[in-house]
């Protein structure tokens, strides 16, 4: 199942790291954050490691 691509700058749906596809490019996000820009066009993020806490 492939995982979805979010672009940048749309704020992160759950914080946690996520990685650009094909890149060693990983960040730390927290939710409702914009996502920052990648080092390529038309590049996005995916969820890698969900932050795991009691809510």
Do not use: C, F, W
Not at 28 to 43: F, M, Q, R, S, V
Request: glycine share 10%; charged share 25%; no cysteine.
């Amino acid at each position: 199942m492939a995982r979805k691509v979010i672009p940048p700058g749309t704020p992160a749906p759950h914080s946690g790291q996520y990685k650009v596809p094909g890149s060693k490019t990983e960040i730390t996000a927290i939710e409702g954050k914009p996502l920052p820009p990648t080092p390529n066009k038309g590049d996005g993020y995916v969820s890698v490691d969900p932050t795991k806490h009691k809510k």
